[in-house]
Each structure stands twice: as C-alpha cells, then as structure tokens.
C-alpha cells in the first residue's frame, strides 16, 4: 500500500472541504421551495387580494434579508459563507409589497457575529 505524505493529506482534505463548502453554498442560494400544503384557486387568491386592499396586514418581526451579514468580519464556518453569499432585501421586500403587506418591522439579529466568531470565548 502506497504511502500518503502529511502534503497530500492535506492537500486532499482541503480540496473535499471545498468541494463540500461549494456544494453547501449552492444548495444555500438555490433552495428547493416549501410546499405550502394545499392548492390556490385563482378565485381564491382574488379574495385574498381584496382582503389585503381592505385591512391592513402587519408582519410583527421580519427578517428580509442577511443585511446582518453586511460588513461582519472574523466570521467562520456556515455564517462566513451566508456572508459570502450576499443579502437580497430588495427581492423580499418587493415579495412584501406584491404580497399586499401593509407594513413589517424588521427584526435585527445582533449576536450573529458573536456566534460565528472564530477563536473567541
């Protein structure tokens, strides 16, 4: 049997954990939709709509995008690769206000840093 140098250990170790951070990531970015449970009529879907044009509709605590991955630095593991995937507020909020939402109050995460950190206690 052949022997492995420490060099290609690690050098073979290092390339399977990209492969597997790549794949993670498109799997993150390209996620397969939920299944709401049933099917919408479209007359249904109408009477949605004129129920949301009548009432206001609020949702209490939104997270409409990473925008607390913006600017986050020393960040390790699967929140250094939400980082690395950018933030998408605009695509959510423009859902919100085709969806008839009236109004959201966005809800700050603030020990996402703290939490993928690297080498801190």
Do not use: C
């Not at 939709?33 to 009477?47: C, S």
Request: glycine share 12%; charged share 15%.
């Amino acid at each position: 049997m052949p022997s492995i140098s420490r060099r290609q250990l690690v050098l073979g170790s290092s390339v399977a954990l990209l492969g597997a951070v790549g794949v993670g990531a498109y799997f993150v970015k390209h996620p397969m939709p939920a299944p709401i449970g049933f099917d919408v009529t479209p007359e249904e879907l109408g009477q949605a709509r004129v129920l949301l044009a009548r009432h206001m509709s609020v949702d209490a605590h939104a997270h409409p995008g990473r925008t607390f991955v913006d600017g986050a630095q020393n960040l390790s593991g699967l929140v250094w690769v939400y980082a690395k995937l950018g933030t998408f507020e605009e695509r959510t909020i423009a859902d919100m206000h085709s969806g008839g939402l009236t109004a959201a109050s966005f809800a700050a995460v603030a020990d996402f840093q703290v939490l993928g950190t690297e080498g801190r206690a």
